[in-house]
């Protein structure tokens, strides 16, 4: 599978941005998608998981009530509305993939398969 992400920025804290992952190689609507994120000289942060069907949505504790991940099965994409941003919120967002069929992951171990990443810059 293939993992596009974009959306990525610079933008004041308390500013909105939309990030979304395209795929192609792989039955999409298959598999549960995600995002993590990495700041710099952090570990790696499991953001939001949706389920395959997106019938399923986790979260991490940093993001509840902030961030919702949606998908368009026909579109192949999933999406990352980031409101609220706050400057903690800095990092490189990846999306990934769920190892298994018809499953949905709140955990980074869940991933098997990660796209390249995408900027995001809050500003204080």
């Known amino acids: 599978v293939q993992l596009q992400a974009s959306g990525g920025g610079l933008v004041q804290a308390g500013g909105s941005l939309r990030l979304s992952c395209a795929a192609s190689?792989?039955?999409?609507?298959?598999?549960?998608m995600g995002w993590i994120r990495q700041a710099p000289g952090k570990e790696r942060e499991f953001v939001a998981g949706?389920?395959?069907?997106?019938?399923?949505?986790y979260y991490g504790d940093s993001v509840k009530g902030r961030f919702t991940i949606s998908r368009d099965n026909a579109k192949n994409t999933v999406y990352l509305q980031m409101n609220s941003l706050k400057p903690e919120d800095t990092a490189v967002y990846y999306c990934?993939?769920?190892?298994?069929?018809?499953?949905?992951?709140?955990?980074?171990?869940?991933?098997?398969?990660w796209g390249q990443g995408t900027l995001v810059t809050v500003s204080s």
């Open positions: 990934a993939q769920d190892r298994t069929y018809y499953s949905g992951s709140s955990s980074i171990s869940g991933f098997g398969s």
């Open positions: 190689g792989r039955t999409f609507s298959s598999y549960g």
């Open positions: 949706i389920s395959w069907s997106g019938g399923t949505t």
